[in-house]
């Protein structure tokens, strides 16, 4: 027997009901590329908007190795036994390639899966980065009508998805290593710049020590970078996912950082910030994205571009030259 | 009588022998919006860009107060005291208000100004950062073609303008003060992490050790950030303009650095990404300055905002919004 296809507003009823299943499928509506789906899911985000936005969202970055599971797994644990609700959720635009590197494999937070008060949710994994943020964004806030009060999105620290999630949580978090050797190759420079906090993980052992000189030179050296907007000065943390150590301290500078952001305002603002940041990259994308993608352009851009890069004409005599050839083939914009 | 109008050829000619006075107009040509200078302009840079490219490019960045035109006239003097050419450009969008707030006051430059082997050319002062960053990009070539070796570009280290200038630039130079307080509260965040060399300057009198101890924890700090893609690790020196310390061991580092990247094939290949960038960025910048400078969309992209911040609509449902309507009114682009 055919399952019947809900309606909008039985995903709102199921949503607000915290019903995880139809939250599921409604996410799946979100990520479809149907056209029929997208309209069911662009009804159903605006009725949820109203109830949307109670809730921390927090980026979780590292590299591959730095036990980014394991510790989303304990400090999830320890917020669901306070009576958080938490939803997990992950950027990785490369996860279409790897089929879901990230978070397909449930197996890796086995006890988190099977909490009640915990969603996890792998990357959507179609196309651009933009795409993958879109979707990404919507589904914090069907997440968040659905009274989740935590929102984790984790990304790997190795691509341009870190600045996405920055651009759309309250509060970055970036796992790390004891010791500034080889660990750090993997991390792209500037993500540093963006952490409100580094938790050096797998502080247990003989790993103790090492993890605590860490945390003091990071310290340090985060003391001599400039202040952040949000008027926060970032922490450096130690814990262990395996003896649950840290944890706490963890959750708790959260908490102190949302009290001084939402006193000084920066909270909202940033938030609000972010809503329009979203609004003018989706707009750039689809203006990059009809220009690239038109026929004209396509057959010429190779041959352009290697003329520029070997200095045969500039960047900006190149680009007037592809910019002339769109638009004058019949699709003439407002000038 | 009226002075004859120069030809391109006239330009080329006068620029290959180093005619400064020449240079200045062709320069002139490049910065003025007329479209028969911008067709002289266009024609001229195509001719000299065979005979460009063989300089260092060097970014120099700094909040106001970190002494950074008596650095220039410093190092700069040490410079073409050795035998090379000096050119000395800016970037400085903002300047269109203050006019020329940058080198405007060549005052402040009054050896390097008369040094026959200095040049120095205040930022165009028009309009968009793109502009200004076209219009500098070209004046280098011709400053290239006229045989200067070292070209400076200098910004201040509080907006956007970094960026760009980072992006044009082989070598990027972080100027900072002694001590780690309020002096950094200008510097944007970010801008740590794009330098290749950091030097503490007024390192004279009693401020010697301040920067001393300035220059080991920033050093300190570097080493925990992750490796640069040049192969290339962060330097900090200290100096003093006045006392014209630090100033070989400085231009060492950089001749070092250019060893280093002409070597492994940094160099080159970052040349022809930054050609490649600019062409990318020409293009987006004309087509997002069509897609909001449109009747159809100005008129009503204040009040989507106001939606979008007020929670009443996503980021993504606006910008479809706002797409349909630039797209529909007969603007049609290839799909």
Same mark, same amino acid.
């Given at each position: 027997?055919?399952?019947?296809?809900?309606g909008?507003?039985?995903?709102?009823k199921g949503?607000?009901?915290g019903?995880?299943?139809?939250?599921?499928?409604a996410?799946?509506?979100?990520?479809?590329?149907l056209?029929k %789906?997208?309209?069911?899911?662009h !009804?159903?985000?605006?009725?949820?908007?109203?109830?949307?936005g109670?809730?921390?969202?927090?980026?979780?970055?590292?590299?591959?190795?730095?036990?980014?599971?394991?510790f989303?797994?304990?400090?999830?644990?320890y917020?669901?036994?306070?009576?958080?609700?938490?939803?997990?959720?992950?950027?990785? $635009?490369?996860s279409?390639?790897?089929?879901?590197?990230?978070?397909?494999?449930?197996?890796?937070?086995e006890?988190?899966?099977?909490?009640?008060?915990?969603?996890? !949710? $792998?990357? $959507?994994s179609?196309?651009?980065?933009?795409?993958?943020?879109?979707?990404?964004?919507?589904t914090?806030?069907?997440c968040?009508?659905?009274?989740?009060?935590?929102?984790?999105?984790?990304t790997?620290?190795?691509?341009?998805s870190?600045?996405a999630? %920055?651009?759309m949580v309250?509060?970055?978090?970036l796992?790390?290593?004891a010791?500034a050797g080889d660990?750090?190759?993997?991390?792209? !420079?500037?993500?540093?710049?963006?952490?409100?906090?580094?938790?050096i993980?797998k502080?247990d052992g003989?790993?103790?020590n090492k993890?605590?000189?860490?945390?003091?030179?990071y310290?340090?050296a985060?003391?001599l970078?400039p202040?952040t907007?949000?008027?926060?000065?970032p922490k450096?943390?130690?814990?262990?996912?395996?003896?649950?150590?840290?944890?706490p301290?963890i959750?708790?500078?959260?908490?102190?950082?949302?009290n001084?952001?939402?006193e000084?305002?920066?909270f909202?603002?940033?938030r609000s910030?972010?809503?329009?940041?979203?609004?003018?990259?989706?707009?750039?994308?689809e203006?990059?994205? !009809?220009f690239y993608?038109?026929?004209?352009?396509?057959?010429?851009i190779?041959?352009?571009?290697?003329?520029v890069?070997?200095?045969?004409?500039?960047?900006?005599?190149?680009?007037?030259?592809?910019?002339?050839?769109y638009?004058?083939r019949g699709?003439?914009?407002?000038?």
């Amino acid at each position: 027997k055919k399952r019947k296809q809900l309606g909008v507003d039985d995903y709102f009823k199921g949503i607000r009901e915290g019903n995880i299943t139809i939250l599921s499928q409604a996410i799946t509506m979100v990520e479809s590329s149907l056209p029929k %789906h997208q309209e069911i899911a662009h !009804r159903l985000i605006e009725k949820c908007l109203p109830f949307s936005g109670n809730s921390v969202r927090i980026g979780i970055t590292g590299v591959p190795g730095v036990g980014k599971s394991t510790f989303i797994e304990a400090i999830g644990g320890y917020l669901t036994s306070k009576g958080h609700k938490l939803a997990v959720l992950a950027v990785d $635009p490369s996860s279409e390639k790897t089929k879901g590197s990230i978070l397909g494999d449930k197996t890796r937070m086995e006890t988190l899966s099977s909490d009640p008060n915990a969603f996890i !949710r $792998p990357s $959507p994994s179609a196309g651009s980065l933009g795409g993958v943020a879109r979707k990404t964004r919507e589904t914090v806030i069907l997440c968040e009508a659905a009274g989740f009060d935590i929102i984790f999105i984790e990304t790997v620290g190795v691509g341009q998805s870190e600045v996405a999630v %920055h651009s759309m949580v309250d509060f970055f978090l970036l796992l790390m290593l004891a010791g500034a050797g080889d660990e750090l190759q993997g991390i792209k !420079r500037g993500i540093m710049e963006m952490a409100d906090m580094i938790a050096i993980t797998k502080a247990d052992g003989h790993n103790v020590n090492k993890a605590k000189l860490a945390q003091a030179e990071y310290q340090n050296a985060l003391h001599l970078f400039p202040p952040t907007e949000s008027g926060w000065v970032p922490k450096v943390v130690t814990c262990s996912s395996v003896y649950k150590t840290g944890l706490p301290e963890i959750w708790d500078t959260i908490e102190s950082y949302m009290n001084l952001t939402k006193e000084n305002g920066y909270f909202n603002d940033r938030r609000s910030q972010q809503a329009k940041y979203w609004m003018y990259e989706s707009i750039n994308e689809e203006l990059s994205k !009809r220009f690239y993608n038109s026929a004209s352009i396509k057959s010429v851009i190779s041959s352009i571009e290697d003329e520029v890069v070997s200095n045969k004409t500039t960047s900006f005599a190149a680009a007037q030259k592809l910019l002339d050839i769109y638009f004058d083939r019949g699709n003439e914009n407002s000038k």
